[in-house]
Structures are given as structure tokens and as C-alpha cells.
């Protein structure tokens, strides 16, 4: 039987006590549901209000894009009114310093060659040309830097393009009693000057440098040294022992630059290593001067854009963009550029930089043809000749010069105050075979050149009567009453020995700037009196103006500084020291023949008239190079037209002239039209002009419209005319766009009768 047992538990509550407790609990149900219905409201209005300022955002946001935009296109339409506005502005400066050039070349035609006129007028032909580079420069700037920037590729000479910024600094430095130099070391500028390239943008370069070195050097010197070299077929890349020194300097820079040590550049990227052709040199530049310098940690910046030195002191102004912009000229070059570090003790700063341009091989074989086509002393004329002729030339004269025999017998005397042009001088002199001594004061030339007839003469002779070089009895100098040396004893020893050693010719390089004039004329007045001593003597003076130099006989002015053209100078004066041929080797007499025909007296010129362009040389057969011509001048600008009108002339062209290109559609239709149809073809007694040159911008229709619609005139006819543009400036991309219209040659203003000459004979 099994029993089951349940347990109930009971609780029991007083009713008063659980009423009152449902009462509590009530109120605070209420209070809670009246807590959240609250929070709720509050949340909504909260978020209606953030709602609304999200729109009220979104809304001041989208209208700050709208007015962006507009302003973004307002810019837009600024710049780019901006850029047709500069455009247009650029075009009429350089339409006006293609006209104040103009008019100084066809003032310098005027005017005597050897004037102080003439060299003041070739002096601000290059301050112009100097202008119109500036304002390239700054055109160039933003090309740069957005990375469009395109480089030229024209023909030049080098050598030529270095004496220029030379020759235009020389004057500036003056000023401020220093010398600028072009120290040409090995002469192989000289020997490979002949290159494609761009020429403006590496004189931009010379130039910038030239101009800071001047600007910061208050004594001393300036120095450029340039070198050249066949590049390199294999990848450029730094190789050498010293390479810890300058780790951070490009990888293209060559071998030679690694050699020198402590060089700082900016580091370029890896993948700029560039494989050469064998048709590539590089040329190496230093430009050393001796002024204020960089200080070490300011030069990881100095190639900065807007970045200058930094020292309140020093007095400079300027806006910084100049070795920023050295810098990428020389990059699109495919070289570097870098600062190399001095010695101890040294003064200064100095810059080098390496490019890369195309050779141009000139034969050194040269043509009959190319000697007699120069009917005028080819060392005072060279200016005058293409450039591929001058080089011919110029390699002529160096290979004589090199030839054994060319230059034996001569020795030098050099009287010149400026350390570095003696050294230079003396160099190039002893690497010629030429004997030199040196007097290092004016008051020592006779005691020098007592020194050199005694020891030369006794060196070739054993006759008793003959002084010797320690007796300076024999050779005494005293001064007069103006404190001037005078030779005593010069005539005894001339009456006691002749010279008979094998140094017969005496070249005596004074500098007029170091030696008096009372002094000179001494030296002057004793040579006639040294027949006995030399078998000929000559005497080349070095001056910076001609007002100091005007009554000094000698056989050569030269002005300094002397750089390379200069150099051909004195060996064309040293070759008249050899004017029988009979003297000469057989090898070297055929050459000497030829560069005599074009050579018979060595003209006292200007500082450098051989780098001017201005307008073709007065010789009678080739006074009118143009005669018979017919020439359309289509050209809106009044002076620049009546330049070229007055070269044509002077050139023996018929010319006629318009002002824009409709007219010149309309001046060649009405000549079409009276042409037969029977006569075809492109003869030129065909022809109403032999050639035309167009203006490209212009008033009503521009040059670039005109030739196209010539063009579709022409093929109603058969015929065809030359049409030659004509430009203050041309960038690549214009050059492109002439020639697709149909222009056959383009022309940088002003017209230069050589170059007119050129491009004629290039489209015949």
C-alpha cells in the first residue's frame, strides 16, 4: 500500500498592504512611460534639426562646387586670355628686338669696320640678342616645369656660341676690374666645334653661370674651361676610385667628371642612363671664378627654384630661378650639373656641367672650290663663311700649325699682366714648338729679351765676341726723365753678334693695358735695330679699347680676352713669318699655298667682329648674291619690313611688299593669271617670283592660311614658288606647323642676307 504525501504552502498578504503596492508600482509605470515618450520626442526634434543642418550643408556644399566651378572656369578663361595676350605681347617684343637688331646691322654696314662705333654697335647687337634670350627664358620657364619643354636641333658652332657669352661678359666684367677667360685646355672645342643641338638654350646655360660668377666676384677672374670627347657607345655610369667622395652626383654624368672629386649635384633618376651613337661628343664645362663662393650647406638647395643664398650681407638681389633653370637645360641634354669642391684656400665657387650633341664630321680634306670661293683674308673673314667652310678652314690652319717645321724658329716674348691669359698663352705657344719667355713687369721686357738673344745665340754659336748672358753690363737699363726703362746697350751688342741659332723670328705679344706708352714706343723705336739678332720681328698688341691704342704701330690689335678665334689670328700672323714656300716642308707647302691665297694681311678688326651676322661681306662678286631676283616681302610690321627691304635692295633683289596674307593671295593670284596656261612647269622664267617670304603672324590672314591657299592657287597652274617663313621665334611644334602648310624653309627675324642665301640654296 503506498501513500502519497503533498505539501501546500501557503502565503498570505494583508489586502491593505498588496494594494498599496500595485498603487506604487502604477506611478512609477506612468513615470517611466512618460520618461521614454519623452526621449523620444527629444530624439526626434534632435534629429530633425541635425537632419536639416545636414541639408543646409549639403546645400552651401554644392553651392560652394557651383561657384568653384565657376571661378575654376573663370580662371580658365583668364589664363587662357592671359596666355593669348602674352602671346600676343611676346610677338610684338620680339618683333621689336628683331627690329632694333636689324637696325644696328645695317648701321654697322655704314660705318668704318675698325671704329669704336662699330664695336659699340656689335656690343649692342648682343645686349639685344641677349633681351630676346631673357624673354625665351621666361617662356621657356612653364614649359619646363609642366615637362613640355622640347630642345632645338640646329646646326652651330660651339666654339663660336662660347666666345660670344665670352666676349659679352669680358665688357661687364671690366667694369668691375676683372677678367673673364675661356682657357680652351686641350683645344678640342676647337678641333669638334661643329655640333647639332640647341644653341640658345646652351648659351641660356653659359650665360646664367657667366652672370652669377660675375655678379659674385669683385676681384680676380672668371674661367671658363671646356673640354670635348667622343661619348661613350656603352651606358654612362660612375666608375672610379674616388666615387665615395660624391655619392650623391647623377648617374650620367661621365668618368671624367668622377675623376676630379667632391662634386655636388642633385641626384637624377636611375632609369636616365641613356645609350650614346657614335655620332655623339660630350662637352665638359667648368666655370671657375674667384669670388664670395657657397657655403657646403647651402648647395644640396642651390639648384632650387627661388632658392638664393642665404646671408643678409652680401647684398645681392635676384629671383633665384637661375641655376633651377641651368639645371633642367642641361638635364634635357642628357648631362648634369654639379659644384666642384676647391681646393684649400682657394677663392670661389665653381660650377661643372656636362651635355651631349650630335658631331658634324667636316672633312679636313678641303676642296679647291671651298679655298677660292673666299676672295677675302680668311682669318678676319671667317664670320662670313657657313659654318662647315669655317671649320674646314679652321682645321687647315691647325693642321699646318701642328705639322713639324710650321712654326719653327719663333720664339715669343710675352709682356702680360693677367696671370691666367699668360698661361694660357705660354701653353698654347710651347704646344706648338714655339720658345717662350715671359716678362713679368714692363721695365724687364729688355732684360728678358737680352736673356733670349744671348742664350739662344750662344747656345747655336761659338763665337768668342759674342756677350755673355751674365754680363749684365753688356746690357744695362736705365730710366729717363719721365722714370722710363731705356736700353743703354742694345746697339753695341747688336754691332758685336749676329744671330745665328735657329730661333730667326721674333712675335712679341704686349699687353697695352700692363705697358706704358712711353714704354711701347722704346720697344718699337729698338726693333728695326735687331735685323742683326732676328731675321723678322712682329708685334701684337692686346688692348680692351682702341682709344688707348690708336697710334701704337704694330702688326696685330687683338682684344681681349683672347679665346679661340683669336688663337687663329696669331698663327696666321706666325705664318707670315713663312712667306716663301720654299721654306717649308713639301707636305706642309700645299696647305700654306692655299691659306695665302685667301690670306694676305692680317686687318687690325674689332673685338669680335667674326661672331657678328652683319649682312654679307662688300666684295664686288658677291655684292649682289641676289641680282635678278623677283621677291615677295609679305611683312606687317613697318620697320622690320623696311629692314628687309633695304637688305633685298642692297642685295640687288626686286622686291615687292604687302602687309598681310590676303593681300599676298591676292598679289600672287593676279601674277598667276597672266601666266599662260600653255607654260608648265617650274621653271623659274616661269615663275611671276623666284620666292616668297611670309610673314606667319599677321593682321586680316596669317602666314600660315596665305601659303595653304597659294598653294591650291599654284596647282591650277603647275607651278610652284618657294615660300620662306619668317618668325621673330619659332618653337618645334610651330616649325612643324609651317612646314605642313606648305613653307619650304623657316627664318628667325631679322632677315640676315647669309642665312637667306643658305636656305635658297638648300630648296634649290
Given at each position: 500500500?503506498?501513500?502519497?504525501?503533498?505539501?501546500?504552502?501557503?502565503?498570505?498578504?494583508?489586502?491593505?498592504?498588496?494594494?498599496?503596492?500595485?498603487?506604487?508600482?502604477?506611478?512609477?509605470?506612468?513615470?517611466?512611460?512618460?520618461?521614454?515618450?519623452?526621449?523620444?520626442?527629444?530624439?526626434?526634434?534632435?534629429?530633425?534639426?541635425?537632419?536639416?543642418?545636414?541639408?543646409?550643408?549639403?546645400?552651401?556644399?554644392?553651392?560652394?562646387?557651383?561657384?568653384?566651378?565657376?571661378?575654376?572656369?573663370?580662371?580658365?578663361?583668364?589664363?587662357?586670355?592671359?596666355?593669348?595676350?602674352?602671346?600676343?605681347?611676346?610677338?610684338?617684343?620680339?618683333?621689336?628686338?628683331?627690329?632694333?637688331?636689324?637696325?644696328?646691322?645695317?648701321?654697322?654696314?655704314?660705318?668704318?669696320?675698325?671704329?669704336?662705333?662699330?664695336?659699340?654697335?656689335?656690343?649692342?647687337?648682343?645686349?639685344?640678342?641677349?633681351?630676346?634670350?631673357?624673354?625665351?627664358?621666361?617662356?621657356?620657364?612653364?614649359?619646363?616645369?609642366?615637362?613640355?619643354?622640347?630642345?632645338?636641333?640646329?646646326?652651330?658652332?660651339?666654339?663660336?656660341?662660347?666666345?660670344?657669352?665670352?666676349?659679352?661678359?669680358?665688357?661687364?666684367?671690366?667694369?668691375?676690374?676683372?677678367?673673364?677667360?675661356?682657357?680652351?685646355?686641350?683645344?678640342?672645342?676647337?678641333?669638334?666645334?661643329?655640333?647639332?643641338?640647341?644653341?640658345?638654350?646652351?648659351?641660356?646655360?653659359?650665360?646664367?653661370?657667366?652672370?652669377?660668377?660675375?655678379?659674385?666676384?669683385?676681384?680676380?677672374?672668371?674661367?671658363?674651361?671646356?673640354?670635348?670627347?667622343?661619348?661613350?657607345?656603352?651606358?654612362?655610369?660612375?666608375?672610379?676610385?674616388?666615387?665615395?667622395?660624391?655619392?650623391?652626383?647623377?648617374?650620367?654624368?661621365?668618368?671624367?667628371?668622377?675623376?676630379?672629386?667632391?662634386?655636388?649635384?642633385?641626384?637624377?633618376?636611375?632609369?636616365?642612363?641613356?645609350?650614346?651613337?657614335?655620332?655623339?661628343?660630350?662637352?665638359?664645362?667648368?666655370?671657375?671664378?674667384?669670388?664670395?663662393?657657397?657655403?657646403?650647406?647651402?648647395?644640396?638647395?642651390?639648384?632650387?627654384?627661388?632658392?638664393?643664398?642665404?646671408?643678409?650681407?652680401?647684398?645681392?638681389?635676384?629671383?633665384?630661378?637661375?641655376?633651377?633653370?641651368?639645371?633642367?637645360?642641361?638635364?634635357?641634354?642628357?648631362?648634369?650639373?654639379?659644384?666642384?669642391?676647391?681646393?684649400?684656400?682657394?677663392?670661389?665657387?665653381?660650377?661643372?656641367?656636362?651635355?651631349?650633341?650630335?658631331?658634324?664630321?667636316?672633312?679636313?680634306?678641303?676642296?679647291?672650290?671651298?679655298?677660292?670661293?673666299?676672295?677675302?683674308?680668311?682669318?678676319?673673314?671667317?664670320?662670313?663663311?657657313?659654318?662647315?667652310?669655317?671649320?674646314?678652314?679652321?682645321?687647315?690652319?691647325?693642321?699646318?700649325?701642328?705639322?713639324e717645321g710650321v712654326v719653327d724658329g719663333i720664339q715669343c716674348l710675352l709682356v702680360i699682366n693677367s696671370v691666367e691669359t699668360r698661361r694660357i698663352l705660354k701653353d698654347w705657344m710651347r704646344s706648338l714648338g714655339v720658345m717662350v719667355s715671359v716678362a713679368q713687369q714692363p721695365e724687364k721686357m729688355f732684360v728678358v729679351l737680352k736673356k733670349m738673344i744671348h742664350n739662344y745665340s750662344a747656345s747655336e754659336s761659338d763665337d768668342p765676341s759674342l756677350p755673355s748672358s751674365g754680363d749684365d753690363n753688356e746690357f744695362s737699363c736705365s730710366k729717363d726723365e719721365n722714370n722710363q726703362v731705356l736700353p743703354h746697350s742694345i746697339k753695341d751688342i747688336s754691332k758685336k753678334a749676329s744671330f745665328k741659332g735657329s730661333y730667326k723670328y721674333l712675335l712679341a705679344i704686349i699687353d697695352l693695358s700692363f705697358v706704358n706708352f712711353s714704354e711701347m714706343h722704346n720697344f718699337i723705336s729698338w726693333l728695326p735695330k735687331s735685323s742683326n739678332f732676328f731675321h723678322q720681328y712682329k708685334v701684337i698688341c692686346l688692348t680692351d679699347s682702341t682709344a688707348s691704342c690708336s697710334q701704337i704701330p704694330c702688326d696685330l690689335m687683338l682684344y681681349k680676352p683672347i679665346h679661340g678665334s683669336r688663337f687663329y689670328k696669331i698663327l696666321g700672323l706666325m705664318q707670315e713669318f713663312r712667306?716663301?714656300?720654299?721654306?717649308?716642308?713639301?707636305?706642309?707647302?700645299?696647305?700654306?699655298?692655299?691659306?695665302?691665297?685667301?690670306?694676305?694681311?692680317?686687318?687690325?678688326?674689332?673685338?669680335?667682329?667674326?661672331?657678328?651676322?652683319?649682312?654679307?661681306?662688300?666684295?664686288?662678286?658677291?655684292?649682289?648674291?641676289?641680282?635678278?631676283?623677283?621677291?615677295?616681302?609679305?611683312?606687317?610690321?613697318?620697320?622690320?619690313?623696311?629692314?628687309?627691304?633695304?637688305?633685298?635692295?642692297?642685295?640687288?633683289?626686286?622686291?615687292?611688299?604687302?602687309?598681310?596674307?590676303?593681300?599676298?593671295?591676292?598679289?600672287?593670284?593676279?601674277?598667276?593669271?597672266?601666266?599662260?596656261?600653255?607654260?608648265?612647269?617650274?621653271?623659274?622664267?616661269?615663275?611671276?617670283?623666284?620666292?616668297?617670304?611670309?610673314?606667319?603672324?599677321?593682321?586680316?590672314?596669317?602666314?600660315?592660311?596665305?601659303?595653304?591657299?597659294?598653294?591650291?592657287?599654284?596647282?591650277?597652274?603647275?607651278?610652284?614658288?618657294?615660300?620662306?617663313?619668317?618668325?621673330?621665334?619659332?618653337?618645334?611644334?610651330?616649325?612643324?606647323?609651317?612646314?605642313?602648310?606648305?613653307?619650304?624653309?623657316?627664318?628667325?627675324?631679322?632677315?640676315?642676307?647669309?642665312?637667306?642665301?643658305?636656305?635658297?640654296?638648300?630648296?634649290?
Amino acid at each position: 500500500m503506498i501513500f502519497f504525501f503533498l505539501q501546500v504552502i501557503v502565503v498570505a498578504f494583508p489586502r491593505k498592504n498588496f494594494m498599496l503596492l500595485l498603487q506604487k508600482m502604477k506611478v512609477t509605470v506612468v513615470l517611466l512611460l512618460s520618461f521614454f515618450i519623452l526621449i523620444a520626442i527629444i530624439g526626434s526634434c534632435i534629429s530633425s534639426k541635425l537632419f536639416r543642418r545636414l541639408q543646409r550643408q549639403k546645400t552651401y556644399t554644392l553651392a560652394n562646387l557651383i561657384r568653384q566651378k565657376e571661378a575654376t572656369q573663370q580662371a580658365e578663361r583668364k589664363s587662357m586670355n592671359k596666355s593669348i595676350a602674352f602671346a600676343s605681347a611676346s610677338h610684338d617684343m620680339r618683333a621689336s628686338l628683331a627690329g632694333i637688331t636689324g637696325l644696328l646691322r645695317l648701321c654697322h654696314d655704314d660705318v668704318f669696320p675698325d671704329s669704336d662705333v662699330a664695336r659699340n654697335l656689335v656690343q649692342m647687337d648682343q645686349c639685344a640678342s641677349k633681351l630676346l634670350g631673357i624673354l625665351n627664358s621666361v617662356l621657356d620657364t612653364s614649359k619646363v616645369e609642366a615637362g613640355k619643354m622640347q630642345l632645338e636641333d640646329v646646326e652651330f658652332n660651339m666654339a663660336q656660341a662660347i666666345e660670344e657669352s665670352i666676349d659679352l661678359f669680358h665688357v661687364v666684367a671690366l667694369a668691375k676690374g676683372i677678367e673673364v677667360i675661356w682657357d680652351p685646355c686641350d683645344f678640342s672645342v676647337l678641333m669638334s666645334s661643329n655640333v647639332r643641338g640647341d644653341c640658345r638654350r646652351f648659351k641660356q646655360i653659359l650665360d646664367n653661370l657667366l652672370s652669377n660668377a660675375v655678379k659674385f666676384t669683385s676681384e680676380g677672374h672668371v674661367m671658363v674651361s671646356a673640354w670635348a670627347k667622343k661619348a661613350r657607345s656603352k651606358n654612362s655610369e660612375l666608375t672610379s676610385i674616388q666615387q665615395s667622395h660624391f655619392s650623391n652626383i647623377s648617374s650620367s654624368l661621365s668618368r671624367w667628371f668622377c675623376n676630379i672629386g667632391g662634386v655636388y649635384s642633385t641626384k637624377r633618376p636611375h632609369n636616365s642612363i641613356i645609350s650614346r651613337g657614335e655620332g655623339d661628343m660630350e662637352f665638359i664645362f667648368e666655370v671657375d671664378d674667384t669670388g664670395i663662393g657657397i657655403p657646403k650647406d647651402q648647395r644640396s638647395s642651390i639648384f632650387e627654384n627661388y632658392v638664393q643664398l642665404k646671408d643678409s650681407n652680401l647684398g645681392y638681389e635676384g629671383t633665384g630661378l637661375g641655376l633651377g633653370i641651368v639645371q633642367s637645360y642641361v638635364r634635357l641634354m642628357d648631362g648634369d650639373i654639379g659644384i666642384k669642391e676647391k681646393q684649400p684656400g682657394e677663392r670661389g665657387s665653381c660650377f661643372i656641367f656636362n651635355i651631349f650633341l650630335k658631331s658634324i664630321d667636316v672633312s679636313s680634306n678641303n676642296t679647291e672650290e671651298d679655298f677660292n670661293s673666299c676672295k677675302f683674308p680668311i682669318l678676319n673673314r671667317l664670320h662670313s663663311f657657313s659654318s662647315k667652310t669655317r671649320s674646314k678652314v679652321q682645321s687647315s690652319m691647325l693642321a699646318m700649325a701642328m705639322s713639324e717645321g710650321v712654326v719653327d724658329g719663333i720664339q715669343c716674348l710675352l709682356v702680360i699682366n693677367s696671370v691666367e691669359t699668360r698661361r694660357i698663352l705660354k701653353d698654347w705657344m710651347r704646344s706648338l714648338g714655339v720658345m717662350v719667355s715671359v716678362a713679368q713687369q714692363p721695365e724687364k721686357m729688355f732684360v728678358v729679351l737680352k736673356k733670349m738673344i744671348h742664350n739662344y745665340s750662344a747656345s747655336e754659336s761659338d763665337d768668342p765676341s759674342l756677350p755673355s748672358s751674365g754680363d749684365d753690363n753688356e746690357f744695362s737699363c736705365s730710366k729717363d726723365e719721365n722714370n722710363q726703362v731705356l736700353p743703354h746697350s742694345i746697339k753695341d751688342i747688336s754691332k758685336k753678334a749676329s744671330f745665328k741659332g735657329s730661333y730667326k723670328y721674333l712675335l712679341a705679344i704686349i699687353d697695352l693695358s700692363f705697358v706704358n706708352f712711353s714704354e711701347m714706343h722704346n720697344f718699337i723705336s729698338w726693333l728695326p735695330k735687331s735685323s742683326n739678332f732676328f731675321h723678322q720681328y712682329k708685334v701684337i698688341c692686346l688692348t680692351d679699347s682702341t682709344a688707348s691704342c690708336s697710334q701704337i704701330p704694330c702688326d696685330l690689335m687683338l682684344y681681349k680676352p683672347i679665346h679661340g678665334s683669336r688663337f687663329y689670328k696669331i698663327l696666321g700672323l706666325m705664318q707670315e713669318f713663312r712667306q716663301k714656300t720654299e721654306e717649308l716642308k713639301p707636305e706642309i707647302a700645299e696647305e700654306s699655298i692655299k691659306i695665302n691665297k685667301l690670306e694676305k694681311r692680317i686687318l687690325l678688326n674689332s673685338a669680335y667682329t667674326q661672331q657678328n651676322n652683319f649682312g654679307v661681306f662688300k666684295d664686288e662678286s658677291v655684292k649682289e648674291p641676289l641680282c635678278g631676283m623677283n621677291i615677295l616681302l609679305v611683312e606687317d610690321t613697318l620697320i622690320l619690313r623696311q629692314i628687309a627691304l633695304k637688305l633685298l635692295s642692297r642685295s640687288g633683289a626686286r622686291v615687292k611688299f604687302v602687309d598681310n596674307g590676303l593681300e599676298a593671295l591676292n598679289v600672287v593670284k593676279n601674277a598667276l593669271k597672266e601666266i599662260s596656261p600653255i607654260s608648265e612647269g617650274r621653271s623659274s622664267r616661269h615663275l611671276p617670283f623666284d620666292f616668297i617670304l611670309m610673314d606667319c603672324q599677321m593682321p586680316t590672314m596669317d602666314g600660315y592660311e596665305a601659303t595653304k591657299c597659294i598653294r591650291a592657287e599654284e596647282m591650277k597652274y603647275g607651278i610652284y614658288i618657294p615660300i620662306i617663313a619668317l618668325s621673330a621665334h619659332a618653337t618645334p611644334d610651330e616649325t612643324k606647323k609651317m612646314l605642313l602648310c606648305g613653307m619650304d624653309f623657316h627664318l628667325t627675324k631679322p632677315l640676315e642676307i647669309n642665312k637667306l642665301l643658305e636656305a635658297i640654296k638648300l630648296i634649290s
